[in-house]
C-alpha cells in the first residue's frame, strides 16, 4: 500500500533513496503501459522496457525536462545527480548515471509526497522519448 509523506520529509531522506523509489515507480509505470498495450511476450516486453528505464534513456530526458522542472524539483534533481555514490555504473558512462538519478530522484520525491498529475506528466514524457 502506497503511503504519501509531507514534502519536508521527502526533503529529509537521502536523495539517492528517493532515486531508488523513483526507479521502481518508472519501472512499475512502463512495464504496466507496455503491458496493456500491448500482447508481447514476457521477454519481448522486457526487453522494450528496458530500452526506457536505463541510465542512457533516463539522461536524455532529464537533459530534456530539466526546463520544464519547477524550482523544487530542479533542486532535487541537482541534489541526487551531484550525490556521491560507492555504486558505479554497469551499462552506463558516469555522467548519464548521475542524471538518470537524478530524475529518478524528482520522480521518487513525485510519487512520496502524492503528487500524482505532475508525476503523470513525467513519466509520460519518459515514455515519449
Known sequence: MRQIISEKQARELNPLVLAFVGDGVQTLYVRTRLALESHAKAGVLHTQAAAVVNAGAQARSAEELLPYFTEEEAGIY???RNNHSAHRAKNADEGDYHKASGLEAVI?????????????YILKACCKR
Do not use: I, P, S, W
Not at 108 to 120: M, N
Open 78 to 80: 541537482r541534489r541526487a
Open 108 to 120: 521518487g520525491f513525485l510519487y512520496l509526497t502524492g503528487q500524482d498529475e505532475r508525476l503523470e
